[in-house]
């Protein structure tokens, strides 16, 4: 960019010219009258004029430079430097880097660089890690490498200029550091009083971190940070709480915010709080009868640390020779008297130590549950198929003695309808008689099939009678036999009858009438509607 300059005496002179023109014009022309004066305000604005133009032209030479820049440690930062010069007659004698750590602090070179003499680095911090970007004064960029938390500060690129004199422009360099995150659970022991229970940590950041903690847990926490020597922060936090045995194992985050990380870094911790031990003995079921072989009792233990050491014992003494010990198992092989005791487990760890008892109470084997349920069962099962037994002989004795009833019913009415004296003479389709004669009962039973009625309504005999004379029965072959005589008899005065019966000296007995029944009520019905006699013999 160039500026125009006026010069003062170029317009002195040209002022002078105007004057002598204007006045040769007047004397030339002095019959004319004079020009009116130019106006105040033009004049004020061309002094203006010149005057800002000679301001633009005075401050046109700067020093460009960045504001502030950011970087990490290990990294590499380029610091630019520019001198603008707007009239291009300034000489550049001189550029130099001036390191400030601080505002207010010492001033230290440490770069240099002359158009005669080169470039130099004088200060040993920044030596072997600096160095100019551009062989140039008019722009002496440059690179500092393998930076230090401690590099951060004001760097200021100064010129030495003629004839406008020394020139600079200033960049703060800040230099940022990630934090170092850590957390980590702190072991107490149960107790009343507030204790440490974890700790967070987000060391050697840039700007400093923030921690904050999620918990269940009902406690709190304290904060603190400490700086270092290079310019980062440290800050600790610790969470309390008054731990109890409830909270081993309960879960607190550590939440740490720091403006270098890409995202909230957080952390789970399981708190660790140690307690003497509990015990107690399971596996008794009060079922210990005598020649059980699976009795077996544990000892289950709790505590931080765990417990390692357990031990069992018995009230009574020594433990039975039947008793087997495996770590917290104690098993019988078998049960015995000897096992009617009490058995004591006892637990420990670094905090205490801790017992419980059970007291075995042996049992006969006869009283054991299991066998009697067996046998309930059984007894029950047996009563079920008795039941279903006599229900079903219910049901048969009951439709027998319908169909008696029935059939006695039906005998009668025949007799009736075929013309019977009510003596025993006349018995329907089928006659019961005894052949040759009274009291004789030798030819056995024979039958008369009788077809077709008379006038008088009685069934004729066939042409051809058709008759069966069998082997002489005995009377035990045609009585029935005890059980079933028992269970159609009616007495004594039955049992009378069927021995005369027996002997031959007299007929069974017969139906008196339609309405009355054979007095042995051992009538049976036929599939061709007739009815007889269980007992009598058939001819």
């Known amino acids: 960019m160039r500026l125009l300059w ?19 014009a007047r004397s030339s022309s002095a019959c004319r009258p004079p020009p009116p004066p130019p106006p105040l305000l033009l004049l004020l604005a061309a002094a203006a004029a010149r005057l800002l133009l000679a301001g633009r032209g005075v401050g046109a030479q700067k020093v460009s430079v960045d504001e502030e820049l950011e970087a990490y440690p290990d990294e590499s930062v380029d610091l630019r430097c520019q001198f603008i010069d707007g009239g291009g007659k300034t000489k550049l004698n001189q550029v130099s880097w001036i390191w400030e750590p601080a505002e207010g602090q010492q001033r230290d070179n440490i770069a240099v660089y002359h158009p005669v003499y080169g470039q130099s680095f004088p200060n040993l911090s920044f030596k072997d890690r600096v160095a100019f970007l551009h062989n140039n004064p008019e722009n002496p960029s440059i690179r500092i490498s393998r930076l230090r938390m401690s590099d951060a500060g004001r760097f200021t690129c100064e010129y030495a200029t003629y004839p406008l004199g020394n ?3 200033t960049t703060a360099l800040v230099m940022l550091a990630k934090p170092k995150n850590s957390a980590n659970a702190v072991t107490a022991r149960a107790g ?12 050697d950041a840039k700007p400093a971190a923030t921690i904050k903690w999620l918990a269940s847990a009902g406690g709190d926490h304290t904060t603190s940070s400490a700086d270092g020597p290079d310019g980062t922060v440290t800050v600790r936090s610790e969470y309390r709480l008054a731990p109890t045995p409830a909270d081993d194992g309960r879960e607190v985050t550590c939440v740490v915010d720091q403006r270098t990380q890409d995202k909230t870094w957080m952390q789970i911790l399981r708190l660790s709080v140690e307690y003497p031990p509990s015990v107690s003995i399971e ?7 005598v020649g059980r072989s699976d009795a077996a009792l544990v000892c289950t ?7 390692t050491a357990v031990t069992w014992t018995a009230a009574s003494g020594p433990l039975p020779d039947s008793v087997l010990v495996d770590g917290n198992k104690l098993t019988v092989r078998k049960v015995d008297d000897a096992v009617n005791t009490t058995f004591i487990c006892e637990v420990k760890n670094k905090h205490g130590a801790a017992k419980d008892r059970v007291t075995a109470l042996v049992i006969e084997a006869s009283e054991d549950p299991s ?9 029950i099962g047996s009563l079920l198929a008795l039941l279903s037994v006599a229900a079903l002989a219910g049901v048969l004795v009951t439709r027998g003695r319908r169909r008696h009833r029935r059939g006695a019913d039906s005998a009668a009415a025949a007799a009736a309808a075929g013309g019977g004296n009510g003596d025993g003479a006349d018995y329907g389709n089928k006659a019961r008689l005894l052949l040759g004669g ?3 009962n030798n030819s056995g039973p024979a039958y008369t099939y009788r077809e077709g009625c008379d006038n008088t309504g009685t069934l004729t005999e066939k042409a051809g009678d058709f008759r069966r004379r069998p082997a002489e029965p005995r009377a035990r072959d045609v009585l029935l036999d005890e059980a079933e005589t028992r269970k159609f008899d009616d007495g004594p005065e039955e049992d009378e009858r069927y021995e005369r019966f027996e002997g031959g000296n007299a007929l069974p007995p017969a139906y008196r009438g339609r309405d009355e029944i054979y007095l042995g009520d051992d009538m049976e019905s036929q599939r061709d509607g007739s009815v007889i006699s269980r007992t009598a013999i058939y001819v």
């Open 167 to 169: 020139k600079q422009g």
């Open 438 to 440: 009274e009291g004789k």
């Open 283 to 289: 596996g008794y079921d009060h079922n210990w009868y």
């Open 371 to 379: 066998s009697t349920g067996v046998v309930a069962s059984a007894v």
């Open 6 to 24: 006026i010069s003062p005496r170029r317009s002195l002179a040209a002022t002078s010219a105007s004057t002598a023109a204007m006045d040769g």
């Open 301 to 307: 233990a709790d505590g931080n640390p765990r417990p």
């Open 192 to 203: 009343t009083e507030a204790a440490v229970v974890a700790r967070c940590q987000a060391a």
